[in-house]
C-alpha cells in the first residue's frame, strides 16, 4: 500500500510540473504577432523569444556566421550565439544583420552570400540555371571568361563584385561593339584584326586601334582580338600614308 501510495504521489508530482512546464511555453505565445527584421527582411512570429539557431533558419543564414542585434548609439551591437535566446516583445522592433557578407550577380540579378567560398552546383541553384546552359564567370577586360564546372570553387572575396552569366550549350553569344562609333552586333570570343575590319567597313590599309583603359591601342592586323561586348575601335589612314 505504501509503495502505491508513492506511485500516485510521483505521478501527480509529474503531471503538474508538465502543466507548469506547458503554462510556461504558452505564456510565450502572444495574441498579436512580433514583428522584426533580418537582414532586411521582415518577420512575424507569435513566440516571445527566438534563440540565434531559430533566427538564422529563418533567413536561410549559415550557422557558422555571426548574427548580430543592432543596439542604438553608444552601445555596441549585440553578438548573438546560437543557443542565446532573444526576447522580441520589447519596446522596439528588433534588427538582426551579418557584418560579413559577400555581394555578387547571376545573369545580372543581386544575391548575397555568407561564406567566402561557393561552388557552382550553387550558383546554378540560386540562379535558377537550365541544366542546358553553360555557367561562366565574368572577368575584366582583356582576359577571357571563365568557365565554371558544377564542382568549382569560386572564391568571392577577392576584389571586386563577382559576376556569373549563363549561355546555352554551343550557342554563340552575340554582344555589341563600337567601330568608329557605330554599333555593330559580333560573336563573343576571340576574333581577328581582319575580321574587325570587315565587319565596320574599314579599309584594309588603314590602322585599326581599340580603346583600352581610357587610351587608344594600334592592333597589328596579324594580331587577334579578345571580344567581350562593349569594346569600342577607331580606324585612321596609317601615320606616313597618302589618303
Avoid: C
Wanted: overall charge negative; aromatic content about 10%.
Amino acid at each position: 500500500m505504501i509503495s502505491d501510495a508513492v506511485f500516485l504521489f510521483k505521478k501527480i508530482k509529474t503531471h503538474n510540473n508538465m502543466e507548469n512546464i506547458n503554462g510556461a511555453k504558452d505564456a510565450q505565445k502572444l495574441k498579436q504577432p512580433l514583428e522584426f527584421i533580418i537582414e532586411g527582411e521582415k518577420f512575424e512570429t507569435f513566440d516571445q523569444y527566438k534563440t540565434g539557431i531559430e533566427l538564422k533558419q529563418l533567413k536561410g543564414i549559415p550557422l557558422e556566421t555571426e548574427l548580430y542585434l543592432s543596439i542604438a548609439k553608444p552601445y555596441k551591437d549585440e553578438l548573438i550565439e546560437n543557443d542565446k535566446s532573444v526576447n522580441l516583445a520589447r519596446p522596439d522592433k528588433e534588427y538582426f544583420f551579418v557584418k560579413k557578407k559577400l555581394h555578387f550577380t547571376i545573369n545580372k540579378e543581386p544575391f548575397v552570400w555568407y561564406k567566402q567560398f561557393i561552388r557552382g552546383i550553387q550558383v546554378r541553384e540560386l540562379g535558377k540555371i537550365n541544366p542546358e546552359e553553360d555557367l561562366y564567370l565574368d572577368l575584366p577586360e582583356g582576359y577571357e571568361d571563365d568557365f565554371i564546372t558544377d564542382d568549382e570553387i569560386v572564391d568571392l572575396a577577392r576584389q571586386g563584385k563577382e559576376s556569373f552569366f549563363s549561355v546555352k550549350k554551343d550557342e554563340p553569344q552575340l554582344v555589341q561593339i563600337e567601330i568608329n562609333t557605330k554599333q555593330y552586333q559580333i560573336s563573343k570570343g576571340i576574333h581577328t584584326v581582319m575580321e574587325i575590319k570587315k565587319l565596320g567597313s574599314v579599309p584594309m590599309a588603314h590602322e585599326l586601334e581599340q580603346l583600352i583603359h581610357g587610351k587608344l591601342t594600334p592592333l597589328d592586323d596579324n594580331s587577334s582580338v579578345l571580344i567581350k561586348g562593349s569594346e569600342k575601335f577607331f580606324s585612321h589612314v596609317r601615320d606616313g600614308s597618302s589618303s
